[in-house]
C-alpha cells in the first residue's frame, strides 16, 4: 500500500514561511497528479495547488503570489512553499496523488497541521 508521508508543518507567525514536503513511499503506477488541499476547522477541504507530471499547475486564487508548488517526478515527491502567510491560512495540509491507467487510484496523506499566528 503506498502511503504518503508529509512533513513540514508547524507554527509560524504572520508574515513568515514555511515548505511542506510530501513523499510517496513507494512508485505509483501511472502517478500523474500530486498536490496540495487544506481544511481549516469548520471548513470543507479545499484545494491549494496541484502538479502534474507535465508540470501544469493550478493555485486557488487566495494563495496565488504567496506559495509555490514543485515537483521532482524522480523521487515521487511534491512541495509546497508557503511565503507571506495569513492566520487564515491555518488548517491542516493533506498531500494527494493521483494516478492509475485503466483503474484510476488516488492517495491521501495523514495531514500536516499549519497554525499562522497573528
Known amino acids: 500500500q503506498v502511503q504518503l508521508v508529509e512533513s513540514g508543518g508547524g507554527l509560524v507567525q504572520a508574515g513568515g514561511s514555511l515548505r511542506l514536503s510530501c513523499a510517496a513511499s513507494k512508485f505509483i503506477l501511472g502517478l500523474n497528479t500530486m498536490g496540495w488541499y487544506r481544511q481549516a476547522p469548520g471548513k470543507e477541504r479545499e484545494l491549494v495547488a496541484d502538479?502534474?507530471?507535465?508540470?501544469?499547475?493550478n493555485y486557488v486564487d487566495s494563495v496565488k503570489g504567496r506559495f509555490t508548488i514543485s515537483r521532482d517526478n524522480a523521487k515521487n515527491t511534491v512541495y509546497l512553499q508557503m511565503n507571506s502567510l495569513k492566520p487564515e491560512d491555518t488548517a491542516v495540509y493533506y498531500c494527494?496523488?493521483?494516478?492509475?491507467?485503466?483503474?484510476?487510484?488516488?492517495?491521501w496523506g495523514k495531514g500536516t497541521l499549519v497554525t499562522v499566528s497573528p
Open positions: 494527494n496523488a493521483k494516478g492509475g491507467y485503466s483503474v484510476p487510484v488516488e492517495y
Open positions: 502538479i502534474t507530471n507535465g508540470g501544469g499547475i
